[in-house]
T-cell receptor, first 114, second 119 residues
Framework: DTAVSQTPKYLVTQMGNDKSIKCEQN?????MYWYKQDSKKFLKIMFS???????INETVPNRFSPKSPDKAHLNLHINSLELGDSAVYFC?????????????FGQGTRLTVV | AQKVTQAQTEISVVEKEDVTLDCVYE???????LFWYKQPPSGELVFLIR??????QNEISGRYSWNFQKSTSSFNFTITASQVVDSAVYFC????????????????FGSGTQLTVLP
């Protein structure tokens, strides 16, 4: 069983489109995250979310929005896609125990905007 | 603000050599957690180890070992007798603890070290 799963694995779309990436975790964790990995492999947090709090990295454009229908899902919606949004997006989850739990990552979604 | 520095961008070694990946961190908190993740060519992120700031005991797991030194704010990772399958990008990461339960704490990653092990 895959612990954290993302769909799709690859996404190619045109500029200006709106797209979503889905994420599901079956670990029973209470916190989920979205990270962005750019072409230089640099990983940066975009959002962290549990049932009490959404923390948004202030550098993330408001075209990006997380949506959590329930504790096991945190989907990423992106409006008006731009070329610079091309990257690999990773979903992750952890069980927050004073911040020390390791995060389990999905396999990543490679987004290409053309 | 927290920061993680991996000064080695790329390292190449020949199989069976030992290799150490450096990680230096900055944080104002006294309670924090350090991690290492591996990203093989297939792209997934694989958790390797977690260490909290109160535990400076070094850890060994098979060919992997970690040296945590608070005095130098370093958390270095050594692979002994490297193998071709160790070729990957290795990330060091930091998470600050929050004493308020329920607060999510994200990881701050270093820029990664690309390790290539040649046959």
């Amino acid at each position: 069983d895959t612990a954290v799963s993302q769909t799709p694995k690859y996404l190619v779309t045109q500029m200006g489109n709106d797209k979503s990436i889905k994420c599901e975790q079956n670990l029973g964790h209470d916190t989920m995250y979205w990270y962005k990995q750019d072409s230089k492999k640099f990983l940066k947090i975009m959002f962290s979310y549990n049932n009490k709090e959404l923390i948004i990295n202030e550098t993330v454009p408001n075209r990006f929005s997380p949506k959590s229908p329930d504790k096991a899902h945190l989907n990423l919606h992106i409006n008006s896609l731009e070329l610079g949004d091309s990257a690999v997006y990773f979903c992750a989850s952890s069980q927050e125990e004073l911040g020390g739990s390791e995060a389990f990552f999905g396999q990543g979604t490679r987004l290409t905007v053309v | 603000a927290q920061k993680v520095t991996q000064a080695q961008t790329e390292i190449s070694v020949v199989e069976k050599e030992d290799v150490t990946l450096d990680c230096v961190y900055e944080t104002r908190d006294t309670t924090y957690y350090l991690f290492w993740y591996k990203q093989p060519p297939s792209g997934e992120l694989v958790f390797l180890i977690r260490r909290n700031s109160f535990d400076e005991q070094n850890e060994i797991s098979g060919r992997y070992s970690w040296n945590f030194q608070k005095s130098t704010s370093s958390f270095n990772f050594t692979i002994t007798a490297s193998q071709v399958v160790d070729s990957a990008v290795y990330f060091c990461a930091l998470s600050e603890a929050d004493l308020k339960l329920g607060s999510a704490r994200q990881l701050t990653f270093g820029s990664g070290t690309q390790l290539t092990v040649l046959p």
